[in-house]
């Protein structure tokens, strides 16, 4: 029994020692088989992730040149076509009716400030009495030099009140009457006291449209000198937007082209008034002003999108904006299946496509993007 369990004993530590020298002899046979032939392995691994990705299925869409009409779209900021600064051509005391706040509103007519106009209306009251009193010497030799016009200027001179304005001076119907009346400068003191009545309408300022003060640079109460800023209006019903578009475009806008506008996703038409003729340094474009046509709440300062039809028709093709990467790259799909990006010329867009005219007829491209897309992936194209 003791030689048996010698003899396996035996036996078994001879197998595992045989096993362990196979072991040896395998690990080391692939250690050198992995160090010498490590780019072929390497090779074949890039292979098989290559198949992988091929195996990409892609929606893909054909290139197809039509005539459309030129659209371009931009946006603009609202603004005034009409804004003055109000400033005041007399001095005293400012007063008004209304706050001289910015955001009051007025109406066409109605009383913005007024300046005390107490001493200019005494001083003119003043001057017409003198001016009576020159009447009173003039008319005794009235009546015994012209005494078939002594009528006209007696009717005048009793039409004279210190709190009225002067009517109309009398016409002259002879050259004596002429030099008479002139020596004793009736006719110079009449246009003095015209000038004054004209400069006393000056203490109050009318709103010359509908509208709403957009800055205020004096307050009630303040004492203001002539030329004195006092505030500054817009008109409410002649707004008008300033769309920048880029120089290429000049030569196909025309005043009175039709203007799609947008705000807040409400469209409304609008019509071009004006062409810039300058170039703005910053941006290189070219400002269209457009006055809208429907009376929508718009206000000063905001800004709306807009939509140009040109007056003209091109040959291109419809991309969608979702196709586009870079700086104006799309993907094509070549003979076999794999992919390229090349650059595509923009002509004009729209909210969703840019129109382009170097892509020839049957061309297929990727509409859409795909994740780790390259030049030279292989694809499996699917046409929708």
């Known amino acids: 029994m003791k030689i048996r369990k010698i003899i396996i004993t035996v036996i078994l530590l001879l197998l595992l020692g045989l096993l362990f020298m196979v072991g040896s002899i395998s690990y080391q046979s692939g250690v050198n088989y992995g160090e010498t032939n490590a780019e072929e392995i390497r090779a074949s691994k890039i292979k098989n992730v290559s198949a992988v990705v091929s195996s990409k299925f892609v929606n893909v869409e054909m290139v197809s040149n039509q005539t459309y009409p030129v659209t371009v779209s931009g946006s603009g900021r609202v603004m005034a076509g009409t804004m ?3 400033s005041t051509e007399v001095q005293g005391l400012l007063n008004s009716p209304i706050s001289l706040k910015k955001g009051t509103s007025f109406k066409k007519g109605d009383l913005l400030f007024s300046i005390k106009d107490t001493d200019a209306k005494l001083m003119l009251a003043a001057r017409k009495s003198n001016y009576l009193s020159q009447w009173t010497s003039v008319l005794p030799d009235l009546a015994t030099d012209h005494s078939k ?18 009517e109309e001076f009398p016409n002259f119907i002879t050259s004596k009457e002429k030099n008479f009346i002139i020596s004793r400068k009736l006719l110079a003191e009449y246009l003095n006291i015209k000038s004054d009545e004209y400069r006393l309408t000056k203490y109050f300022q009318v709103a010359p449209f509908n509208g709403s003060i957009v ?5 009630q109460g303040a004492i203001v000198n002539p030329g004195s800023p006092v505030i500054q209006i817009i008109s409410d019903d002649e707004l008008e937007i300033e769309i920048p578009l880029a120089v290429k475009y000049m030569q196909k806008i025309k005043i009175g082209s039709s203007v799609t506008l947008i705000e807040n996703e409400i469209e409304f038409m609008g019509k071009v008034v004006r062409v810039g003729n300058f170039i ?3 941006t290189q474009s070219v400002p269209v002003y457009v006055k809208p046509i429907n009376k929508l709440p718009l206000y000063y300062g905001m800004y709306v999108k ?13 991309i969608p904006r979702t196709a586009i990467f870079g700086e104006n790259k799309i993907y094509i799909v070549d003979m076999d299946s794999t992919i390229h990006s090349t650059k595509i010329n923009i002509r004009s867009s729209d909210e969703r496509n840019y129109y ?3 892509l020839k007829d049957s061309i297929i491209y990727l509409p859409q993007p795909i994740v780790n897309a390259k030049d030279s992936l292989k694809i499996t194209p699917i046409f929708n």
């Open 356 to 358: 382009v005219d170097n």
């Open 306 to 318: 807009a939509k140009l039809e040109l007056n003209a028709l091109e040959m291109v093709c419809k």
């Open 84 to 86: 003055i600064n109000v």
């Open 280 to 282: 703005n340094a910053n």
């Open 215 to 219: 800055e205020a640079f004096i307050d």
């Open 149 to 166: 016009q002594y009528d006209k200027w007696y009717n005048f001179f009793n039409s004279i009140t210190v709190d009225q304005p002067l």
